[in-house]
């Protein structure tokens, strides 16, 4: 893993602020590394405050190889000393998560879904042709061959409790779940018919050898707020 030197030094940069007694306590953080889960932590001094994340910077930084002086600061401050380390960082408030990551490494980010995937080893970044849609009821990401005539897969995302009273037990087309809050769940959706000129063994094999990128992005996938 690449490491990263960072000092972040302003002055009252690192002030705690006084915990209100209306703030809600954070028991447990976990920390993604360019798709890696690190290990969940119990860290004592997170906490929210006005809806303002407050984070250990030190604990959080040496968990992606960058070296901090101690301190707590609020997201946008680590966000911009993730920046400075050349890496992108996403928070997921709902799931306590916390993502760094190269920024070569992301393959899609959605602003609209606040979602996005990460590149693949191998895999370029023009592999895919990436569209959104959305209707009443799910937003999708479809990935597309680079022509845009071959869907390989979509992910779909629905309101949780839609999901499962409305929806679930008449999806007719083959899915994955890859994740799940409190309000949302998000699936890795077929294609439901052929894609290709069966016939057409250099399109069957272009194909097939997107697909072989599925499981990889699924698993790169991330949430934000």
Same mark, same amino acid.
């Given at each position: 893993m690449k490491k990263w030197f960072l000092t972040l030094t302003a002055a009252g940069l690192f002030t705690m602020p006084a915990l209100a007694a209306d703030a809600q306590m954070l028991k447990h953080t976990a920390i993604v590394i360019n798709g890696?889960?690190?290990?969940?932590?119990?860290?004592?001094?997170?906490?929210e405050e006005n809806n303002i994340a407050m984070l250990p910077v030190r604990q959080m930084a040496a968990q992606c190889g960058i070296t901090a002086e101690s301190g707590s600061a609020a997201l946008p401050l680590v966000q911009a000393a993730a920046e400075q380390a050349g890496l992108e960082m996403r928070?997921?408030?709902? #799931?306590? #998560?916390?993502?760094?990551?190269?920024?070569?490494r992301i393959l899609?980010?959605?602003? &609209?879904?606040?979602?996005?995937?990460?590149?693949?080893?191998?895999?370029?970044?023009? &592999?895919?042709y990436i569209w959104e849609s959305q209707n009443d009821v799910t937003s999708m990401l479809h990935f597309y061959d680079p022509s845009g005539e071959m869907l390989v897969f979509s992910l779909a995302r629905?309101?949780?409790q839609y999901w499962e009273n409305e929806v679930r037990e008449n999806f007719a087309v083959p899915y994955t779940e890859i994740y799940r809050d409190n309000n949302t769940v998000w699936l890795c959706?077929?294609?439901?018919?052929?894609?290709?000129?069966?016939?057409n063994a250099e399109q069957k094999a272009e194909f097939e050898a997107l697909l072989a990128y599925k499981e990889e992005i699924c698993a790169g996938f991330y949430t934000f707020a």
């Open positions: 890696e889960m690190q290990a969940e932590r119990s860290v004592g001094h997170i906490f928070w997921n408030g709902n #799931t306590k #998560t916390a993502y760094f990551m190269d920024k070569d899609y980010e959605s602003g &609209s879904l606040r979602a996005g995937v990460l590149l693949p080893e191998g895999c370029a970044k023009d &592999s895919f629905f309101d949780l959706v077929n294609a439901s018919d052929v894609q290709y000129d069966p016939a």
